[in-house]
């Protein structure tokens, strides 16, 4: 796990209604998942993608959870470390083997 990653794992738990992973917990329908999906650096500046998975009992409960996730993540560029987040698409991300409704929200972090 990076800086930034835990960073983000406990802004986002301290801001959200459900609890935040970074991997599945077993047996739980209300939760967000991280997933960082790669890095760059560029002048001594790193620029971290992140996937942050929105899950639900009903397609709706994770669209509505992938909404709080979009509220509270212009929030987290208040932190010193962070220069800039930017939110690069969201979309719906079910999981059509296991039929777990999930929203993602893919995201550009530029940190120090």
Same mark, same amino acid.
């Given at each position: #796990? ?10 986002? +738990?301290?801001? !959200?209604? /459900?609890?935040? $992973?970074?991997?599945? &917990? *077993?047996? #739980? %329908? +209300? @939760?967000?998942? !991280? ?5 760059? /650096? ?8 992140? =996937?942050?998975?929105? $899950?639900?009992?009903?397609? @709706?409960?994770? #669209?509505?959870?992938? +909404?709080?996730?979009?509220?509270? #993540? &212009?929030?987290? =560029?208040?932190? &010193? *470390? /962070?220069?800039?987040? *930017? ?6 991300? %079910? ?5 777990? @409704?999930?929203?993602? =929200? /893919? @995201? ?5």
């Amino acid at each position: #796990m990076t800086i930034i990653s835990k960073l983000l794992l406990d802004y986002l +738990d301290q801001n !959200l209604s /459900v609890s935040v $992973y970074m991997e599945a &917990p *077993e047996e #739980m %329908t +209300d @939760y967000v998942l !991280l997933d960082q999906t790669g890095s760059s /650096v560029s002048n001594h500046v790193t620029t971290t993608t992140i =996937a942050i998975q929105s $899950y639900g009992a009903s397609l @709706y409960g994770a #669209m509505l959870l992938n +909404d709080e996730v979009k509220e509270a #993540m &212009p929030g987290f =560029a208040a932190l &010193p *470390e /962070v220069a800039r987040v *930017e939110l690069e698409t969201d979309y719906n991300f %079910t999981n059509t083997e296991t039929k777990q @409704y999930r929203w993602q =929200a /893919v @995201y550009q972090i530029t940190h120090y």
